[in-house]
């Protein structure tokens, strides 16, 4: 069989044109989705809601399938329960998720906003306007409502998109893609794709003139991976590393209650806490109170020499401050100062949330300018880094790249902006030279752009 | 000579080590000067424009040195007189470097400002402040004056940069450097840093995890060399294809007017027109004349063979189209629409810049809708796509991306937000479950973050 094994070593050029058609229609519909208007684009959403609670048997039906072959791979070892958990659905899901779809609805619309107006001269006005990406492509790991979300995300903020579900999911995910489609037939043709096989992302991901942003949602080494692999703009977190600082001014019960609630409230997420520090001023006083509480919660505690002086806990290794744990484990490090707290947290910490407990402003200020992370909290848990929890409405996301979007992403992470210059037949040569006329550069706060006018007039 | 072979083959590890403890540096001094006052990087900027004017003749003199080596590599062909043009400082140029410096220090503080402030739950209030990126490093052909140029724009927004010039530039560079970093002996050290090999350069493009942004300066070429191989997020821009449309309902002798000035007015730079779209029922009226404006500016002309039906120019092949000529070259198409514009241009442009010429306000919606691309025009001449123009300030480049930063860029393309987060001992326990307090999300208009205090108190 000589062609199939050509098919191994050389790249399949019919999955390749196909894939690169898929992308150039998404492309062409991204050019017409950015000019649908807030009502057309809400209301598509809203029948997407209803196609989704419409098919509810036929969802549940498909995802047995999925859930079963799980199961099958569970029982040989190749998947974990984790997976099986987070890809079965049931009526309580598939309800979450319409209501999800609404609610991305029901948000304030993120288009058309004149961010900035600015007079360069006389009838020469400058606009700067919210305007959605343009093609947005979306891997993900399992959970089939990621499908959902993202292509909700995509619709309200104008975008196109392309969805790469994992395989476990692929029944789940066709009939939910066939939902969104049949239910948005009125909006560009194209506007939203599914791919399912690893040879169309490899190819998805060489698109870099095509597709402007990727959102892989999965583990830290699944989104370490895309990084590596595409010349895309990755938007995502690899790591969530993050410190809570107890300082010698700090409030030891305030302390003590942070400290708990930022490991223990939910350890496997993101924002969660994985190290420790605190001063060693307070070491003895605070430390073994800590413990004992978080012991009796089921906390593995790791420490280093100076922590272990003032309670009886495992030692930490050199690894253990580089470790995302995402579990009920936690490293605990005695530091001199603040400045050995921010120094820990800059070399080791993954610039996700670093929070510093103390009463003390300057203090606070020399952490907080200090540390080079998306967000730093003073006096409050880690675990508020969050879209929802910082009222930025759904959340597309959370960044630890300092380039477009940074921390919780809202939908305003799935705009661009344009530029749009009104004149009245200015020249450039106006302005140059021995007579060159001089830019008046006045805001004209609170302008609006409207096609075609000066607002001047 | 085995080992001489050996370096041509395998990586210079000492190359490497260098280069990563260089880039180590820039880091560790990201991270104080980030917090260095605005008049302190203003004194700084100051000082430097002071050591450039005290060094004139040592910085004349390295520069005699290249200048030199490169009409020795003109008169062999290895180098144009362009290259050598733009090499070739004198006593004007070093003043205009100075005094570009001195403007840079009086432009507006892009750090610290609040962008955003918002009440989550009594007290407990969250900030979004203007921070500097971190390490942005450039990469730049021929001119030195780049070199003063990117150093001034990074200290003014508090980021540690990398600098490597062209080879041809070397000794200029090395004065220039040197004036720098004398000058600025009070800043963090290591917070420039100048590399001049290319096996520097190679190794810098994969620390992304130490560099932040990438800023090349050059030919399209050159930017589009440095984006294949990084992943560092690159700001610049590899092409500038910019269409004029001229429309059924355009004001003819305005159109004339912005499409010489739009060619004519500066035709080496990315915002010039390289294609002129003219509508089918105004071909015969406009082009007879436009054209014997522009034969006698000396602007070498191509049609399409509709445009060739009514003005004698030469064919234009396929690949006009696609062509950024940027020199006194234009190519010329009649469409049946505005919508046959709008498709041409977002065919063949580069995202750049695009400008319609109509007195239908209508006609002007569609095509700056229609048209994707960083700066969309009505009634003016794409050249006004510029961030001295557009009232930035000092431009940092333009950008052709859509993520991050797009169009002229001025300093707040090199800085990025954090989010400070103020509490009292705040858990997100509270926040959950049955008993779960809502969040108040109210918007703090105009309050300030203040370290380590609470607005409402």
């Given at each position: 069989?000589?062609?199939?094994?050509?098919?191994?070593?050389?790249?399949?050029?019919?999955?390749?044109?196909?894939?690169?058609?898929?992308?150039?229609?998404?492309?062409r519909a991204a050019l017409r989705l950015a000019n649908a208007?807030?009502?057309?684009?809400?209301?598509?959403?809203?029948?997407?809601?209803?196609?989704?609670?419409?098919?509810?048997?036929?969802?549940?039906?498909?995802?047995?399938?999925?859930?079963?072959?799980?199961?099958?791979?569970?029982?040989?070892?190749?998947?974990?329960?984790?997976?099986?958990?987070?890809?079965?659905?049931?009526?309580?899901?598939?309800?979450?998720?319409?209501?999800?779809?609404?609610?991305?609805?029901?948000?304030?619309?993120?288009?058309?906003?004149?961010?900035?107006?600015?007079?360069?001269?006389?009838?020469?006005?400058?606009?700067?306007?919210?305007?959605?990406?343009?093609?947005?492509?979306?891997?993900?790991?399992?959970?089939?409502?990621?499908?959902?979300?993202?292509?909700?995300?995509?619709?309200?903020?104008?975008?196109?998109?392309?969805?790469?579900?994992?395989?476990?999911?692929?029944?789940?995910?066709?009939?939910?893609?066939?939902?969104?489609?049949?239910?948005?037939?009125?909006l560009p043709?194209?506007w939203?794709?599914?791919?399912?096989?690893?040879?169309?992302?490899?190819?998805?991901?060489?698109?870099?003139?095509?597709?402007?942003?990727?959102?892989?949602?999965?583990?830290?080494?699944?989104?370490?991976?895309?990084?590596?692999?595409?010349?895309?703009?990755?938007?995502?977190?690899?790591?969530?590393?993050?410190?809570?600082?107890?300082?010698?001014?700090?409030?030891?019960?305030?302390?003590?209650?942070?400290?708990?609630?930022?490991?223990?409230?939910?350890?496997?997420?993101?924002?969660?806490?994985?190290?420790?520090?605190?001063?060693?001023?307070?070491?003895?006083?605070?430390?073994?109170?800590?413990?004992?509480?978080?012991?009796?919660?089921?906390?593995?505690?790791?420490?280093?020499?100076?922590?272990?002086?003032?309670?009886?806990?495992?030692?930490?290794?050199?690894?253990?401050?580089?470790?995302?744990?995402?579990?009920?484990?936690?490293?605990?490090?005695?530091?001199?100062?603040?400045?050995?707290?921010?120094?820990?947290?800059?070399?080791?910490?993954?610039?996700?949330?670093?929070?510093?407990?103390?009463?003390?402003?300057?203090?606070?200020?020399?952490?907080?300018?200090?540390?080079?992370?998306?967000?730093?909290?003073?006096?409050?848990?880690?675990?508020?880094?969050?879209?929802?929890?910082?009222?930025?409405?759904?959340?597309?996301?959370?960044?630890?790249?300092?380039?477009?979007?940074?921390?919780?992403?809202?939908?305003?992470?799935?705009?661009?902006?344009?530029?749009?210059?009104?004149?009245?037949?200015?020249?450039?040569?106006?302005?140059?030279?021995?007579?060159?006329?001089?830019?008046?550069?006045?805001?004209?706060?609170?302008?609006?752009?409207?096609?075609?006018?000066?607002?001047?007039?």
């Open positions: 069989m000589t062609t199939m094994s050509d098919t191994d070593t050389e790249p399949d050029t019919d999955v390749e044109a196909d894939t690169d058609e898929l992308a150039r229609r998404a492309e208007d807030e009502a057309t684009r809400n209301e598509a959403l809203r029948s997407i809601a209803d196609a989704i609670r419409e098919r509810e048997s036929e969802i549940l039906d498909a995802n047995a399938v999925d859930v079963e072959e799980a199961e099958r791979m569970l029982a040989e070892g190749e998947y974990t329960q984790a997976l099986v958990d987070r890809l079965k659905l049931d009526e309580t899901k598939i309800e979450e998720i319409a209501s999800m779809v609404e609610s991305v609805a029901a948000q304030d619309d993120p288009l058309g906003e004149t961010l900035a107006a600015r007079e360069l001269d006389e009838d020469l006005e400058l606009y700067r306007v919210a305007v959605p990406i343009g093609v947005v492509a979306t891997v993900f790991e399992s959970r089939p409502d990621a499908l959902v979300q993202i292509a909700a995300l995509a619709l309200k903020s104008g975008n196109a998109v392309v969805l790469k579900g994992g395989s476990e999911a692929s029944e789940s995910n066709r009939v939910l893609y066939e939902a969104i489609v049949e239910a948005t037939a009125d043709d194209g939203a794709a599914l791919i399912e096989a690893h040879e169309e992302v490899d190819r998805l991901l060489e698109l870099d003139d095509r597709v402007d942003l990727v959102m892989p949602r999965g583990s830290s080494e699944f989104v370490s991976y895309i990084q590596e692999n595409t010349q895309i703009p990755v938007l995502g977190h690899t790591e969530g590393i993050c410190h809570v600082y107890v300082d010698e001014a700090a409030d030891l019960e305030m302390a003590e209650a942070v400290a708990f609630d930022a490991k223990v409230q939910y350890p496997a997420v993101c924002n969660a806490v994985e190290t420790l520090l605190v001063h060693e001023s307070v070491a003895d006083a605070f430390l073994p109170g800590l413990v004992e509480r978080y012991e009796a919660a089921g906390v593995e505690l790791r420490g280093d020499r100076r922590t272990r002086e003032v309670v009886d806990i495992e030692p930490a290794t050199d690894d253990d401050w580089d470790t995302e744990y995402g579990d009920l484990e936690l490293s605990i490090a005695v530091v001199d100062d603040v400045y050995a707290a921010v120094e820990h947290a800059n070399d080791h910490g993954s610039k996700h949330t670093e929070s510093v407990l103390t009463e003390d402003a300057e203090t606070a200020e020399t952490f907080m300018t200090g540390v080079d992370a998306a967000s730093v909290f003073h006096n409050a848990s880690t675990r508020f880094a969050d879209g929802y929890r910082y009222g930025l409405g759904a959340e597309v996301g959370i960044s630890t790249g300092k380039i477009h979007a940074r921390g919780p992403v809202g939908l305003a992470g799935l705009t661009t902006y344009k530029y749009y210059l009104e004149g009245d037949g200015h020249l450039v040569a106006s302005y140059s030279g021995e007579d060159a006329v001089p830019f008046t550069h006045r805001e004209l706060d609170g302008a609006e752009w409207t096609p075609g006018s000066l607002s001047t007039r």
